[in-house]
T-cell receptor, first 121, second 110 residues
C-alpha cells in the first residue's frame, strides 16, 4: 500500500517569499492533517480536513497560511509571505475516520508522510 | 497549548536494557497514542490506548494508562540500537484535535 506522499522534501526561501507544499494521502483516507514541527518540539496541528471540508483550523495563522483540499483527495498548504519563524518541518498525515457523532479525531492510526523541511532565510 | 508532556526529555540506555517513558496530560481524553520518529523520518504510529483501557501490548512495547492520574507510560523491553528515536505521546480529547507532546529522545547504545 502506498504511503502518504509529500513534496518537495526540502525548500529554502527568503523571508517574504511564498511557498506551497503538496500532500497526497493514502487512498480511501477521508481525514487529512497538516502539522508543523519546529526543531526540538512535537508536531503542532495546523489544519484538519474531513473529505474536502475543514473541521479544525484554530491554530492556522490565517493571515499568512492557507490550505485547501480540492475533491477531498490531494491537499496543498501555502505560506504567503513567509517569516523566519516558519522554518520547520511540515508534516501531512491521513487516517480513516472512525467514531460516531461527528468525532473525527484520530481514533485510528494516522499515517504520516516524510515531511517537507522548510528553511526561511 | 500542550496537552501531553513527556518525561524524561532525554534518555540514554545500553542495548538490552528496558526504557520507560512517561506522558502526563491535563484534560480528559478519548484516547492516547504513542508515535516514534527516527532522525529525518516521519512519525510512525506505535500504539493507541482508549480511555477505558488500562494496558496494551505490542511486541516489545507495553503501554499503560491511568486516567485518574492523567498519565501514561511506554515501556520498551530489551531495547535495541534501532530503537534510538524520539517518542511522542498524542492525546485525543474526543473533539477534532489530537495534540502531541514535546517528545522523549531515546538513545540506545550498542
Amino acid at each position: 500500500e502506498a504511503g502518504v506522499a509529500q513534496s518537495p522534501r526540502y525548500k529554502i526561501i527568503e523571508k517574504r517569499q511564498s511557498v506551497a507544499f503538496w500532500c497526497n494521502p493514502i487512498s480511501g483516507h477521508a481525514t487529512l492533517y497538516w502539522y508543523q514541527q519546529i526543531l526540538g518540539q512535537g508536531p503542532k496541528l495546523l489544519i484538519q480536513f474531513q473529505n474536502n471540508g475543514v473541521v479544525d483550523d484554530s491554530q492556522l495563522p490565517k493571515d499568512r497560511f492557507s490550505a485547501e483540499r480540492l475533491k477531498g483527495v490531494d491537499s496543498t498548504l501555502k505560506i504567503q509571505p513567509a517569516k523566519l519563524e516558519d522554518s520547520a518541518v511540515y508534516l501531512c498525515a491521513s487516517s480513516f475516520p472512525s467514531g460516531t457523532g461527528g468525532n473525527f479525531g484520530m481514533n485510528t492510526e494516522a499515517f504520516f508522510g516524510q515531511g517537507t523541511r522548510l528553511t526561511v532565510v | 497549548s500542550q496537552q501531553g508532556e513527556e518525561d524524561p526529555q532525554a534518555l540514554s540506555i545500553q542495548e538490552g536494557e528496558n526504557a520507560t517513558m512517561n506522558c502526563s496530560y491535563k484534560t480528559s481524553i478519548n484516547n492516547l497514542q504513542w508515535y516514534r520518529q527516527n532522525s529525518g523520518r516521519g512519525l510512525v504510529h506505535l500504539i493507541l490506548i482508549r480511555s477505558n483501557e488500562r494496558e496494551k501490548h505490542s511486541g516489545r512495547l507495553r503501554v499503560t494508562l491511568d486516567t485518574s492520574k492523567k498519565s501514561s507510560s511506554l515501556l520498551i523491553t530489551a531495547s535495541r540500537a534501532a530503537d534510538t528515536a524520539s517518542y511522542f505521546c498524542a492525546t485525543n480529547t474526543g473533539g477534532f484535535k489530537t495534540i502531541f507532546g514535546a517528545g522523549t529522545r531515546l538513545f540506545v547504545k550498542a
